[in-house]
């Protein structure tokens, strides 16, 4: 148990990787990020085939004779299917998708496997996807902070060179285009991170069966943090805004992820046990 534990965590982070990875190419069309994003991925298919090889050969049978196996084959066929999408019709954006639906899965099939074994491996893995899910949301706020710094920046040097303040350290804050741009790409890795944290979170509360767990105000607050940063995303790549404006709109996004990580805290139901 302890070795299949070690197998889904190496999963698990090497998915998460890919789906960055996925989402960077997917905003910002870099097609580095989406060939690094490809390769994770194709690690990740190699070590679910080895689970699925294991089951075949050492445990002699095919894994799908339960809802548990049947996820985890699912989740294979997903990341399968997804390659070859990637390598032969070049359609990206439903990549990112499909391998998103597909660690939704796996990661809904380790919580039935830690369900049916009580064993300590199992309620380790428990703490380790709480752990995970704390860790990446604390991590893509750092990113947002970021951002939001950036912002500030910019709506200084702004506001200096549209006075023509001559002041020579003005200049260390960075061109206005660096400043945005550097905005976007930290809401960019943000953005995926928040949300694999949200479905870690929603997955550990189903195997731990919480109570009120989607009327909690901490998640509803997160899940309100990772809209208004999508919609920054939607109104930067559709809607073609930038600068000040952009600006702004992230001081105010800030402000919502502040509100959610203070005061939602305190109000939660098992957030701060």
């Not at 965590?9 to 069309?29: A, K, P, R, T, W």
């Not at 905005?183 to 550990?204: H, M, Q």
């Not at 105000?217 to 919609?231: A, E, M, N």
Request: hydrophobic share 60%; glycine share 4%.
């Amino acid at each position: 148990m302890v070795d299949i534990r070690w197998l889904y965590e190496g999963i698990f982070v090497i998915y998460i990787l890919s789906l960055i990875g996925y989402f960077i190419d997917f905003v910002q069309q870099n097609r580095k990020a989406n060939k690094v994003a490809f390769w994770l991925l194709c690690m990740v298919w190699l070590l679910q085939t080895f689970f699925l090889f294991h089951q075949l050969v050492v445990l002699k049978r095919f894994p799908i004779a339960t809802l548990t196996d049947s996820l985890f084959f699912y989740a294979w066929v997903l990341v399968t299917f997804s390659i070859i999408m990637n390598r032969l019709f070049k359609v990206h954006f439903i990549v990112f998708f499909i391998n998103l639906f597909g660690f939704f899965i796996l990661v809904m099939h380790a919580s039935l496997i830690v369900q049916t074994h009580v064993e300590q491996p199992g309620i380790q893995l428990v703490h380790e996807i709480l752990i995970s899910h704390i860790s990446l949301a604390i991590i893509s706020y750092g990113f947002f902070t970021i951002s939001f710094l950036f912002s500030i920046m910019y709506m200084l040097q702004y506001r200096f060179l549209k006075e023509k303040k001559a002041i020579k350290w003005i200049w260390r804050l960075g061109d206005l285009e660096r400043l945005d741009v550097f905005t976007f790409r930290a809401i960019t890795i943000g953005v995926p991170l928040l949300l694999i944290a949200i479905i870690l979170g929603f997955v550990w509360a189903y195997a731990e069966n919480v109570e009120f767990y989607w009327f909690d105000l901490k998640t509803i607050g997160s899940i309100l943090v990772l809209f208004v940063y999508i919609v920054y995303l939607l109104l930067r790549i559709g809607k073609r805004y930038s600068g000040k404006s952009l600006a702004f709109y992230n001081t105010y996004a800030f402000l919502v992820l502040v509100i959610n990580f203070f005061l939602f805290s305190t109000l939660s139901n098992f957030h701060i046990q």
